[in-house]
């Protein structure tokens, strides 16, 4: 069996966890939502987490790697793994395909620089996605469970809890990476929630939720000017407010007095 260790390389924003009780603690957060018996790791890098993901056979463990080197470490040392290692950018890659017709469970130490990337993904996939347990910047972490009203609470933070319960978990240390990142880390669970489709226009609801965070400091009536409205329509009340002050709920009553204005 190889004993090479991989590199970390600053490119693809890898700190390697290096504490295996972290990791089974992160390992263990998964609730299995009923129905989930698929698991994908993000980067694995050398298998910190993957290693208990395998331990526990009520599940099928996948991981998805873009680092060649690290790639080459799992098939030496997780041989039985070998066939469900993809070597590919989760960013590009078509969960439909690799599990047809499958609800899915994600994991994984995040890479900083495509963590939100990785929810956007997420929310591309939410009717397969059923779970997210995730480690990624701590700042980050705290802004996609923020309720309304905070300064962090922001685009991800209303389109993610539109259809996720969104739980902070616990704060990780920099001192157990290696390399140590600049900033401390979190644990976050996203569980699907019972909303299969909003009471909106989805695609108007993403639009609508961008444009009003655009310019965050500004009223809606202000922000949401480039939609279209009438000034009939922007002299209701909610269009006092900013975006930061509005919920899940408040957003899909603007998407459809937007929707109403655009028919």
């Known amino acids: 069996m190889a004993q090479y260790t991989v590199r970390p390389k600053k490119h693809l924003g890898q700190h390697f966890l290096a504490d295996p009780n972290i990791a089974r603690r992160i390992v263990e957060s998964l609730r299995q939502p009923e129905g989930v018996h698929e698991v994908l790791e993000i980067g694995p890098g050398m298998g910190v987490l ?20 690290s790639v080459a470490y799992l ?9 469900r290692i993809y070597a590919t950018d989760f960013l590009q890659q078509n969960l439909a395909e690799l599990f047809p017709n499958e609800p899915l469970a994600i994991i994984g130490n995040f890479p900083y620089n495509i963590s939100t990337q990785i929810f956007f993904q997420v929310l591309a996939n939410r009717q397969q ?16 469970a923020e309720p309304p009203g905070s300064k962090t609470y922001g685009i991800l933070s209303v ?6 319960d969104i739980e902070y978990l616990f704060t990780v240390p920099a001192h157990v990476f290696v390399p140590p990142p600049k900033v401390e880390s979190a ?9 299969e489709k909003l009471d909106c226009d989805e695609k108007l609801f993403f639009r ?19 939609l279209g409205m009438s000034a009939e ?25 937007v929707a109403t204005v655009k028919q």
């Open 129 to 144: 996605v059923r779970e997210v347990v995730g480690m990624l910047q701590k700042e980050v972490a705290e802004r996609l």
């Open 75 to 83: 098939t030496a040392h997780y041989p039985a793994l070998a066939p």
């Open 208 to 226: 609508v939720v961008k444009q009003a965070f655009s310019t965050r400091r500004k009223t809606l009536r202000n922000a949401l000017k480039p």
């Open 159 to 164: 389109l993610l809890q539109a259809y996720y």
């Open 50 to 69: 993957t290693q208990y993901l395998l331990e526990n056979k009520a599940y099928q463990t996948s991981v998805v790697e873009i680092d060649t080197e």
């Open 187 to 195: 644990v976050v669970r996203l569980t699907r929630n019972q909303t």
């Open 233 to 257: 329509t922007m002299a209701a009340e909610i269009f006092d407010k900013r975006a930061e002050q509005l919920g899940v709920a408040d957003f899909v009553l603007l998407t459809n007095l």
